[in-house]
């Protein structure tokens, strides 16, 4: 879990909520990023939670580019060309991009959620901040490694559905933090490994190794969604097992699919009970 301390400051008071969603209105990716990880200073520097604003985007601010698809037209290509390499990190940093508006939503929209209590606020945004700031670290190593490449982020088609299962839970806290986190991101824990296997194959050093850097992170995040999730689960009824299914299987329109990174779940705090009776074999 991460660990954090906060520093007063003689500066004017800033709003993380006001932070997070200036992040969220910022269109140009670098831009975004840099934002994500100015909200991240200021509150480690002393910003504070106020009131959360009524008029959040329902889509958050993009660019022109890249050109916006359904999942099945987004193409795939062989890893041995550097055009194929090109694809799969250009795929990799529209993710990236995505959860930097994912971890912000989650702090503008949800910090002063009923269900948080007052005083695990500032966990929870120093939580979702340092996420954030993660992100928007992880898309500046994919944009420069595009760079490297003769690439530019926007020069391949992409999909929305990463920011489509934000809408759907929009509404619903609870469910917010099963998918995001528990859903969407853990399946890149399953699926990075033989991503980095398959670049070292083909001699592509670098790019694997901001893959390892990428996923390595990502397990922490994973274990921040899980913290939440129990945290919210144990205000229910049901088991955070049981309750977990009942989110997933109402909001998610997507497969929960294997083969599972079981290794790296449980690193995560994310037992075999949650998502295997949800699996798609």
């Not at 999909?159 to 917010?176: M, P």
Request: proline share 6%; glycine share 4%; with cysteine.
């Amino acid at each position: 879990m991460t660990s954090f301390k906060r520093y007063a400051t003689t500066f004017p008071k800033m709003s993380v909520l006001a932070d997070a969603r200036d992040v969220l209105l910022t269109a140009d990716p670098r831009a975004k990023a840099s934002r994500a990880r100015r909200m991240r200073t200021d509150w480690l520097s002393g910003s504070h939670i106020d009131e959360a604003s009524d008029s959040l985007p329902e889509q958050p601010a993009r660019p022109t580019k890249p050109k916006l698809v359904p999942p099945l037209d987004v193409p795939r290509r062989r890893l041995g060309s550097p055009e194929g390499r090109g694809a799969l990190l250009h795929a990799v940093a529209h993710i990236e991009l995505n959860a930097i508006d994912l971890a912000a939503d989650m702090i503008a929209r949800f910090t002063t959620h009923e269900s948080l209590r007052q005083d695990d606020r500032d966990r929870f945004v120093s939580d979702w901040s340092s996420v954030c700031d993660d992100e928007a670290r992880h898309f500046v190593l994919l944009a420069d490694r595009l760079d490297e490449l003769g690439l530019a982020y926007g020069d391949h088609p992409a999909h929305n559905g990463l920011w489509e299962a934000a809408k759907s839970t929009r509404h619903n806290f609870a469910a917010r933090v099963a998918i995001a986190p528990l859903v969407l991101e853990a399946r890149g824990l399953d699926v990075t490994p033989g991503m980095i296997k398959r670049l070292v194959s083909v001699g592509d050093m670098e790019s694997a190794n901001v893959l390892r850097t990428i996923y390595e992170e990502e397990i922490g995040h994973v274990a921040i969604g899980a913290y939440w999730f129990k945290y919210l689960a144990a205000q229910q009824k049901d088991s955070p097992e049981s309750y977990f299914h009942k989110l997933v299987r109402s909001h998610f329109k997507g497969q929960v699919k294997s083969p599972f990174n079981e290794k790296a779940r449980t690193l995560a705090g994310l037992s075999r009970s949650y998502y295997e009776p949800l699996s798609i074999k």
